[in-house]
C-alpha cells in the first residue's frame, strides 16, 4: 500500500523515482495504467495481487501451525519411545535379578536390585509427566481436539 502511495505521488509529482529494488529500473506511466494494473506488484517471474499475497500468507501461517504442532507430538513420542525402551531395559535386568534365589544374592545383588526399582519407578514418573505434558500441549493447540476421540 506504501508502494502504490509512494508510487502515485511521484507520478503526481514528477520528481525523479527514489531507488527501490527493481523499482529503479521501471518506468511508470500513470496515465496508462488502470486500477487493476497499478495494484500489481512485480516480484521475479509472477505477478501477484495483494489479496493473493495474503491468502497465501494465510495458508503458509495455517501450514506452519500444523508442522509445529506435528513436531512436537513427534517429539512426545520419541521421548515416550526412548522411556519405555530404558524402562524395558531396566525390567529386564531386574528380572534376571530376581530370579536368583534370595538365599544366593551377594549383597552387591541385593543392592543393584533397590537401585533398579528405584530407577524404574523414576522413569516411570518421568514417563507420566511426558503423557500429561502431551495432553496439556495436545488441548493447548487449536485444531487437534476432533482428530481424537475423548479419553
Request: glycine content about 2%; aromatic content about 2%; overall charge negative.
Amino acid at each position: 500500500m506504501e508502494l502504490k502511495q509512494s508510487l502515485s505521488t511521484h507520478l503526481e509529482a514528477e520528481k525523479p523515482l527514489r531507488r527501490y529494488g527493481a523499482v529503479e529500473e521501471t518506468a511508470w506511466k500513470a496515465e496508462g495504467l488502470g486500477r487493476n494494473q497499478l495494484d500489481i506488484i512485480s516480484m521475479a517471474e509472477t505477478t501477484m495481487m495483494p489479496e493473493e499475497i495474503e491468502l497465501e500468507m494465510a495458508k503458509i501461517q495455517r501450514l506452519r501451525e500444523v508442522l509445529v504442532r506435528r513436531e512436537s507430538e513427534l517429539r512426545f513420542m520419541m521421548d515416550d519411545i526412548q522411556l519405555c525402551k530404558d524402562i524395558m531395559d531396566l525390567k529386564q535386568e531386574l528380572q534376571n535379578l530376581v530370579a536368583i534365589p534370595e538365599k544366593e544374592k551377594t549383597k552387591l545383588q541385593k543392592q543393584r536390585e533397590d537401585e533398579l526399582i528405584q530407577k524404574i519407578h523414576k522413569l516411570v514418573q518421568k514417563r507420566d509427566f511426558l503423557v500429561d505434558d502431551a495432553e496439556v500441549e495436545r488441548l493447548r493447540l487449536p485444531g487437534r481436539e476432533e482428530s481424537r476421540a475423548p479419553t
